[in-house]
């Protein structure tokens, strides 16, 4: 087992004091690394390659998301997830331990104002995004917040529909359609949402 995880620190320990007269520890350990890598899946070569979980420890891979032609992978340990969990002034602890200033160009995230005030307050010159899946859930949440009234199939229906179509128009249009909505919201109801 712990060949598995440091056949370096292996080989160097069982060679220790050994006469160097076969071969020298770097190539044990090159040829461990050989015999180790027969177990491992290939390399990936582009973003559709299959992931192996079982390579990977238990609880450490939280989340696979690809849209379009994007992929990110999500890993964190329980410890990252209970500290995440209580940070409040999460963006700048982070930032502030950096060893440089981030070149973050973008900020990808769910539709949490919270996430968003503090995005936007940490790095006012980050694009803030939200995933359509996301923007969804968040309304979707909202409709049924409100109560059963709003799940019926009539003029107020095709609304909430229309606003959950918004992250599918080109993002110039976005805000105006958006503004249109809210000036068409006539009822208590749509202008709740």
Same mark, same amino acid.
């Given at each position: 087992?712990?060949?598995? @995880?440091?056949? #370096?620190?292996? =080989?160097?320990?069982?060679?220790?004091?050994?006469?160097?007269?076969?071969? $020298?520890?770097q190539?044990?350990?090159?040829?461990?690394?050989?015999?180790?890598?027969k177990l491992? +899946?290939?390399?990936?070569?582009? /973003?559709?390659?299959?992931? #192996?979980?079982?390579?990977? $420890?238990?609880?450490?891979?939280?989340?696979?998301?690809?849209?379009?032609? &994007? &992929?990110?992978? =999500?890993?964190?340990?329980?410890?990252?997830?209970? /500290?995440?969990? @209580?940070?409040?002034?999460?963006?700048?602890?982070?930032? !502030?331990?950096? $060893?440089?200033? +981030?070149?973050?160009q973008e900020i990808?995230?769910?539709?949490? !104002?919270?996430? %968003? @005030?503090?995005?936007?307050?940490?790095? +006012?010159?980050?694009?803030?995004?939200?995933?359509?899946?996301? %923007?969804?859930? *968040?309304? %979707? &949440?909202?409709?049924? *917040?409100?109560? +059963?009234s709003?799940?019926?199939?009539? *003029?107020?229906?095709?609304?909430?529909? &229309? /606003?959950?179509? /918004? $992250?599918?128009?080109?993002?110039?249009?976005?805000?105006?359609?958006?503004?249109?909505?809210?000036?068409?919201? *006539?009822?208590?109801?749509c202008?709740?949402?």
């Open positions: 087992m712990f060949l598995q @995880k440091n056949p #370096h620190m292996f =080989i160097e320990g069982f060679c220790y004091g050994v006469k160097r007269t076969v071969q $020298p520890c190539h044990l350990s090159r040829t461990a690394n050989h015999h180790r890598q491992r +899946p290939d390399e990936p070569t582009d /973003l559709g390659f299959k992931l #192996h979980v079982d390579h990977i $420890p238990n609880g450490f891979f939280h989340k696979d998301i690809q849209v379009g032609d &994007r &992929r990110q992978l =999500i890993f964190a340990t329980d410890e990252q997830l209970r /500290l995440l969990s @209580k940070a409040k002034v999460i963006f700048q602890e982070v930032k !502030a331990i950096l $060893p440089e200033e +981030p070149r973050i990808m995230s769910d539709f949490e !104002a919270a996430v %968003w @005030k503090a995005g936007v307050q940490v790095f +006012p010159e980050v694009t803030m995004k939200g995933c359509g899946f996301h %923007w969804n859930q *968040s309304v %979707w &949440r909202k409709v049924q *917040s409100l109560g +059963p709003y799940l019926a199939k009539d *003029s107020l229906y095709t609304y909430i529909r &229309r /606003l959950m179509a /918004l $992250p599918f128009l080109p993002h110039e249009h976005t805000e105006p359609v958006f503004n249109r909505l809210a000036g068409k919201a *006539s009822t208590h109801y202008a709740t949402l």
